[in-house]
């Protein structure tokens, strides 16, 4: 190798080395709220605490809800994060070694229903219905 190519990886080498040592951090936050407050969280079948509840998280795409509360009914769902501009190639290198944090937050807000209940007919025709279908 010539010394001009040593150089030039060297000096590419460093460049690399600081860029790294630089990088700047994206910081992932999901804040859940329930109407009424203060009921159990479960994301993915991980149970993440009771609302208001913010957690961080590692990826974006979709992601499994459960919220159960006494009194209401309980609510399964899914939801989507979407990852932004920065957070898709190529933009994703620069983001990382961007030197200041970016902070991603998102927020969800769900309605809790109260809870229905069932008279003694309705009880008696599901469990009717649960019988036939065994």
């Given amino acids: 190798m010539?010394?001009?190519?040593?150089?030039?990886?060297i000096l590419t080498t460093f460049i690399l080395t600081a860029l790294i040592?630089?990088?700047?951090?994206?910081?992932?936050?999901?804040?859940?709220?329930?109407?009424?407050?203060?009921?159990?969280?479960?994301?993915?079948?991980?149970?993440?605490g009771t609302s208001p509840v913010t957690t961080s998280f590692q990826w974006y795409?979709?992601?499994?809800v459960r919220i159960t509360k006494p009194g209401c009914e309980t609510l399964k769902t899914h939801r989507k994060l979407k990852?932004?501009?920065y957070d898709k190639f190529p933009f994703d290198f620069f983001a990382l070694v961007y030197p200041k944090r970016i902070v991603d937050e998102y927020e969800w807000t769900f309605e809790l229903e109260p809870k229905k209940q069932l008279s003694r007919q309705q009880?008696?025709?599901?469990?009717k219905e649960l019988k036939e279908k065994l």
């Fill in 83 to 85: 990852a932004p501009w």
């Fill in 61 to 64: 795409g979709d992601y499994n």
């Fill in 21 to 48: 040592a630089l990088q700047g951090c994206v910081e992932r936050r999901l804040t859940i709220n329930t109407k009424p407050q203060k009921a159990l969280i479960e994301l993915n079948d991980e149970q993440i």
């Fill in 123 to 127: 009880l008696i025709e599901n469990a």
């Fill in 2 to 9: 010539t010394k001009c190519k040593i150089f030039i990886f």
